[in-house]
């Protein structure tokens, strides 16, 4: 059973960097796509963006100038680095793998399974 | 960018009922659509994917369907272990996006 479970500092003070890691068990990260995705309190869910193969990233567009997801793949864990953080910044992360299936000539991919969830609040 | 716009955004319902809940995209997704519950404090579980395909695990209590623009999720009877919020997510073009969520109450 593929379980995954978000790891990081629970405070990031502002205009500081927010770093997260997402341990992968039962499964291997090849193959699949490693996605970070959050949730602010009160809000919606924003998919942020993830990583897949030899470290190719497709990012959220609303913050692709902040954002870093890389994989360790001889650790089996991927992560999320976010860059010069507000308050805004401040939500549930979540992280989740991406499975895919063939269709009209391409892949599709959707989150089958997912972390717990971590929050990281913004606050000097 | 497309938008997921889900109704109701929250309903009260008893065990055993037939519960129901819509999900709009702004533009046309054909079925990549998939529907996830979340409990607090617990790991978020996908139910559905690609519209009304049922992934691995789930009971089939829980049927989706739809395309296009118009997709609803359906669980058929009610437990006590379903109250839950649910999510549509729309896979179709990125960046993926999600819509407000369905809080299911009991009554």
């Known amino acids: 059973q593929v379980q995954l479970q978000e790891s990081g500092p629970g405070l990031v003070k502002p205009s500081e960097t927010l770093s997260l890691t997402c341990n992968v068990s039962g499964g291997s990260l090849s193959t699949f796509f490693w996605n970070w995705i959050r949730q602010p309190p009160g809000k919606g869910l924003e998919w942020i963006g993830y990583?897949?193969?030899?470290?190719?990233?497709k990012y959220n567009p609303s913050l692709k100038s902040r954002v870093s997801i890389s994989l360790d793949t001889p650790n089996n864990q991927f992560s999320l680095k976010v860059d010069s953080v507000t308050a805004a910044d401040t939500a549930v992360y979540y992280c989740a793998r991406g499975t895919y299936y063939y269709g009209s000539g391409t892949f599709w991919s959707y989150f089958d399974y997912w972390g717990q969830g971590t929050l990281v609040t913004v606050s000097s | 960018d497309i938008e997921m716009t889900q109704s109701p955004s929250s309903l009260s319902a008893s065990v055993g009922d037939r519960v129901t809940m819509t999900c709009r995209a702004s533009?046309?997704?054909?079925?990549?659509v998939a529907w996830i519950q979340k409990k607090p404090g617990k790991a978020p579980r996908t139910l559905i994917y690609?519209?009304?395909g049922l992934q691995s695990g789930v009971p089939s209590k829980f049927s989706g369907s739809g395309s296009g623009t118009d997709f609803t999720l359906t669980i058929s009877s009610l437990q006590p272990e379903d109250f839950a919020t649910y999510y549509c997510l729309q896979y179709n073009t990125y960046p993926l996006s999600f819509g407000g969520g369905t809080k299911v109450e009991i009554k």
């Open positions: 990583v897949y193969n030899r470290g190719n990233t």
């Open positions: 533009q046309g997704i054909s079925n990549y």
């Open positions: 690609a519209a009304s």
